[in-house]
């Protein structure tokens, strides 16, 4: 630990016993970007499911919109030590989109607008742990947090919940990501604290 | 002082108003090695329950054995800036890395002539060029542009206006200019650049910092003006740098 | 416990979704390097510009820093901090050209 700075006090933030292990509540919703916002207009946007046949399964806006919604109201952990609990979203559930989707792959390669990419097993997107979210807080979701729609995985540290989501590809051998290739932990389980590799 | 950089305790040794909202801090640093013009250091603020955070503050002045000079905007709400303006006391310690920066850097042993183009706080690693010219004795022709918001945020304003032999300097007002300005409030304009700075028949080195729009427009004028765009280098603060 | 790297002139907000620029590298390399890296010129693999690391267009995602190339906006270099390690990923870039001797720095 550095020195104490007397009186430096910090963000504000406060601990929490509903906090995973080294996390701090925050008020706001800061914005993390790894690269320029991509601007997708809704009548360019996709979303494909590929198996690891090649099989492509395709939802375009409308498609996405014409498809049950939940609104889940889910507590989000950021590798960066920042939580929100209790935030609310809108979205489709992976298991409605799932539900035609033929595969035997155990892994998920997730791929966004822009060439971001992040991994995880394709059983932690189902059973109710994850959505493409296109609203927040009862509004559309912002394109600086992810918009048009981002995937929602909040069981896992929150850059798996990869913004500007455009398709999951399915894969019988696990493939790292974007962060999991620099250093990130292959799985991010906040309540193991699992934030880099080794962890 | 080779190998690794590592943090270093640095203890506050005098804290100066340059404007209302503007602080210059001068930090003792046991065993600093010294740094050149145009370098920046790391400042490391750790809470008592072990947060920490970091910021990256340009250095405002040349070497004084172990006296390391930064100045510091107050930004509102923001999380370091109040605690270094207002609340670090005398004797107090951070943590200081650096020097760091070996591009954005000015040496006494350059023979170009040279531009400075600040917007705001962008003036800081510029001001310790113009120092460290001046600690060196050296007659380099340097003009500098300066472009602030009012007269009232204008940075070692006294100093300035002092001046020195060999120096020339321009500030453009972006908001409010002093009534004996005949130029308009306004952004720097590709006139103002033209009018102030260095032909670039001159081959001048030119440096430009503050934030990222104003740094890409002066730089895109350079240019655009004739200047080398190898001789041009650019130091882009954030969105509240300026 | 550090909430990662922060932009130059004391940038003191929380995120924004815009770049700096490769100055900002400075510190986090020369944490790894013993020479400055910033006046290092880079080619990029993407499109083959060549410039210095200073001029990259750095993205802050702490805690780790990713920089882009200011003509094609492919990835050149990203760095991730924890505390026990650095991860420097350089594949975005075919070589560093490091100056040495007077051109160098020497603090």
Known sequence: ??????????????????????????????????????????????????????????????????????????????????????????GVSLDTLFTEVDSAADFALVHSYGGYTTNLPLEDLLDGQAWIAYRYEGEALAPEHGGPARLLVPHLYFWKSAKWVRGIQLLLTDEPGFWETAGYHNYGDPWREQRYQGD | MRGRLIWRVARLVERREETPTARTLLFQVPGWPGHLAGQHIDIRLTAADGYSTQRSYSLAAPPDEDRVELTVQQVPDGEVSPYLTQVLGIGDPVEIRGPVGGWFVWRPTATEPVLLVAGGSGIVPLMAMVRARQAAGSRIPFRLIYSVRTPQEIYYAA???????????????????????????????VYDVNTHGWPAEFEPTCYVCGPTGFVETVADILVALGHDPRRIKTERFGPTGG | ???????????????????????????????????????????????????????????RHAPGLVARCPGCDAVVLRLTRAPHAAWLDLKGTTALRIPMSEDAVSV
């Open chain 2, 159 to 189: 100093e300035l206006r002092r001046g020195a032999p060999g120096l020339d300097v321009t500030y453009l007002y972006t908001r409010v200019a002093p009534e004996e300005v005949t130029r308009p409030p306004g952004r720097i304009s």
């Open chain 3, 1 to 59: 416990m550090t909430e990662g790297y922060a932009g130059l002139g004391g940038y003191d907000g929380y995120g924004y979704d815009g770049y700096e620029d490769g100055n900002a590298l400075a510190g986090p390399l020369r944490e790894i390097f013993t020479v400055d890296v910033t006046a290092a010129t880079c080619r990029c693999v993407s499109c083959g510009r060549t410039g210095e690391v200073a001029t990259l267009r750095v993205y």
């Open chain 1, 1 to 90: 630990m550095g020195i104490v700075s007397p009186g430096f006090q910090g963000r504000p933030r406060r601990g929490d016993t509903r906090l995973p292990p080294g996390q701090y509540l925050t008020e706001g919703f800061p914005v993390l970007s790894a690269g320029p916002t991509p601007r997708i207009p809704t009548d360019r946007w996709e979303f494909v499911i590929t198996t690891e046949t090649g099989q492509e399964y395709r939802w375009s806006w409308a498609d996405l919109m014409a498809l049950p919604s939940e609104t889940p109201t889910v507590d989000i952990h950021c590798v960066t030590k920042w939580s929100k609990l209790g935030t609310i979203w809108q």
